[in-house]
């Protein structure tokens, strides 16, 4: 088979990772009511279960950067993404307190190596195509997240239960994420399994990484604000009806989608400082109509606003990485990748605490504000000699290999 053959299959079968990897997340925090009920987590409790998810997220990722020094980020892939679907059934299956305590600590410390190892695949195929495709790859993931949120919703329509509900999703998508993982793909780089990666990112590596850490950071505290608070913000600050208050969250995963289905192309034409640049902006403004709104309409704009800004970020973040370190990208996307969650962990409690301490509407000028830090490190984006498109691609490389054996 031809290398451009085994690159197209590769990328639709990341592609589907990642599409698989939205609809398991999006039906577990979808859920978090019913698993709540199902175990009698106290609300005192629950934030503990919901941080410990992260939290061995993160650990998992630090491990991640060490694992793939002896075997394939497409190896580490391909064993964690069942054990993800897994531990989701197992959340289902259960009964007691231990029960979900235990399955929600699998699912933490695979769904980590899920997310590292599965940039680092993009990250690699990306220099292969010699062009920007990362935006592609997390507009399948918004599409599986719309899936699984729509799935969950049926599930909680029809008063399914939790294993009910996830069985099906998992019976259907297990085998085809195992077969599917027989085509992933990575660069190759000609040295040794391990070759490059013992010394981690030099001397001075994580200073220059800091920067996008600092942004990842950022917009997943922009994030985590539009998922954990755009219902209540809408019903209890503008006023809006309990059923109309659904509404935002489901216009910023839409227009997410959109905004990273055609993101590539901006990024091919105009170069990924501008398309990051630009998408800052937006998301700032996003945030500012949704603090200023006088009405629900308004605040839904805001909303919509925000999903088409905030998705290029992440993307082109996991992607900068890989530009600044091209000898040690797996241990870049690693530890960038642990910042995910440092964002995640933060947003919510911290736009909470302004709001109850505040107002709400003040709240939502900090992660504005936060977000509006990434254009000062807007530069990282664009390594001299490495930028994907602007007229001048790079020609594709054909030292490929199939998961299992690429370095």
């Known amino acids: 088979m031809t290398a451009d053959a085994w690159l197209r299959r590769g990328r639709g079968a990341l592609g589907f990772s990642f599409f698989v990897q939205g609809v398991t997340f999006a039906l577990l925090v979808t859920r978090i009511p019913a698993i709540q009920d199902q175990y009698g987590i106290s609300d005192g409790l629950l934030p503990a279960f919901l941080a410990a998810v992260p939290i061995l997220a993160g650990v998992a990722s630090v491990a991640t950067e060490h694992l793939v020094k002896r075997v394939s980020p497409g190896t580490v892939l391909r064993w964690a993404q069942p054990l993800v679907l897994l531990s989701l059934l197992g959340v289902g299956a259960g009964s007691q307190m231990w029960h979900v305590a235990l399955a929600l600590g699998a699912f933490g410390l695979s769904v980590g190596a899920l997310d590292a190892s599965m940039n680092m695949l993009g990250v690699s195929l990306q220099h292969a195509y010699g062009r920007s495709i990362m935006l592609g790859f997390h507009a399948a993931y918004s599409l599986g997240g719309i899936v699984g949120a729509s799935a969950a919703w049926a599930g909680a329509h029809w008063h399914l239960s939790l294993f009910t509900s996830y069985l099906p999703a998992v019976v259907v998508l297990l085998p085809l994420v195992v ?31 800091l920067p996008l850490c600092l942004v990842m950071a950022c917009a997943y505290i922009g994030d985590s604000t539009v998922s954990n608070w755009s219902a209540k913000y809408l019903q209890d600050v503008l006023g809006s009806s309990e059923q109309l208050a659904t509404v935002p969250y489901n216009v910023y995963m839409v227009t997410t989608l959109i905004g990273r289905a055609v993101g590539d192309l901006g990024v091919r034409r105009f170069g990924a400082v501008a398309v990051v640049r630009a998408g800052t902006l937006v998301a700032a403004l996003g945030f500012g109509v949704v603090a200023a709104a006088p ?51 933060i947003g919510s409690p911290l736009v909470g605490g302004i709001g ?28 001299e000699g490495a930028r994907y498109g602007v007229g001048h691609e790079r020609p594709r490389v054909v030292d490929v290999g199939r998961g299992g054996n690429e370095v």
């Open 295 to 345: 009405g629900a309409w308004a605040g839904m704009l805001g909303f919509t606003l925000l999903g088409i800004g905030l998705c290029v970020i992440v993307p082109q973040t996991f992607a900068a990485a890989g530009r600044l370190f091209p000898g040690t990208s797996d241990t870049a996307i690693a530890r960038l990748n642990i910042f995910n969650y440092v964002g995640f962990l």
């Open 356 to 383: 109850d301490a505040w107002s709400y509407r003040g709240a939502m000028l900090v992660p504005m504000a936060l977000v509006l830090v990434t254009l000062f490190y807007a530069r990282s984006f664009g390594v």
């Open 179 to 209: 077969a599917g993982s027989r085509f992933y793909v990575g660069l190759g780089s000609g040295a040794a399994p391990g070759a490059g990666q013992e010394k981690g990112l030099g001397v001075g590596g994580f200073k220059l990484l």
